[in-house]
């Protein structure tokens, strides 16, 4: 069945630095990724999208790469701050559906 | 700044006990998801609606748990009789059609922590 998942379920960084956070997902099907950020206490809040005509999508400081043919996602933050410690989400949806499937989630943490 | 709210906040219950959460979406949103969330499961999708009809509760335990939409400005997510393993923080989204503008953005609430006794 569907399933998203996460190689690193936790990533530490030093602040100013840039990090990384990876997705596999096993549906080929899927035609939209998102990635959410999720902090302590509070919803998971959307960060960046993409849909999989696209291999790259820039946002502010975040990129998200998306790689189709070993369906793997990623996001990368450049330049972390302490604002950017949370629990990060990838999420696919399945090609004409409306709903997401959710992985497991990576937490980063910024050292300062 | 629309945002979608949901309440209680906190819910402390004993098991056995009804326990109803609701959800206001982002006016104009026409889907509301439903989703809860745990350490060991991380978030789950019970149910999502569209324009207030069901579209999918194959994630819900359906002997305990029942969702509604009595009207565009509420959704209810309520569980009868709560068991201890029922504990867990309940996130409702809103969001609009693919094609709409927000391609299929979903915006979450603050989430519903439900702890059963």
């Known amino acids: 069945g569907e399933s998203v998942g996460l190689h690193l379920p936790t990533l530490s960084v030093q602040e100013g630095d840039n990090s990384i956070i990876n997705c596999a997902y096993s549906n080929s099907a899927s035609d939209y990724f998102i990635w959410y950020k999720q902090e302590s206490g509070k919803g998971p809040q959307f960060i960046i999208d993409i849909r999989s005509n696209m291999d790259k999508r820039q946002g502010q400081r975040v990129t998200v790469l998306l790689n189709k043919t070993v369906k793997h996602l990623s996001l990368q933050i450049a330049a972390t701050q302490p604002g950017d410690s949370a629990v990060y989400f990838c999420?696919?949806?399945?090609?004409?559906?409306?709903?997401?499937?959710f992985g497991q989630g990576t937490r980063l943490t910024i050292n300062p | 700044d629309a945002r979608v709210t949901q309440t209680p906040r906190h819910k402390v219950t004993e098991m056995g006990q009804e326990v109803t959460m609701r959800c206001q979406p982002i006016?104009?949103?026409?889907?509301v998801f439903w989703y809860r969330q745990t350490m060991m499961q991380g978030l789950e999708l019970l149910a999502y609606f569209r324009n207030r009809a069901p579209l999918d509760d194959s994630g819900m335990p359906k002997d305990r748990f029942s969702a509604e939409m009595p009207d565009a400005t509420l959704a209810t997510l309520k569980i009868q009789p709560s068991e201890p393993r029922d504990s867990a923080v309940y996130f409702c989204a809103s969001g609009s059609r693919p094609g709409s503008g927000s391609y299929n953005e979903q915006f979450f609430g603050p989430g519903t922590r439900l702890t059963v006794l």
């Open positions: 999420a696919e949806r399945d090609q004409g559906a409306q709903k997401l499937v």
């Open positions: 006016l104009g949103h026409n889907t």
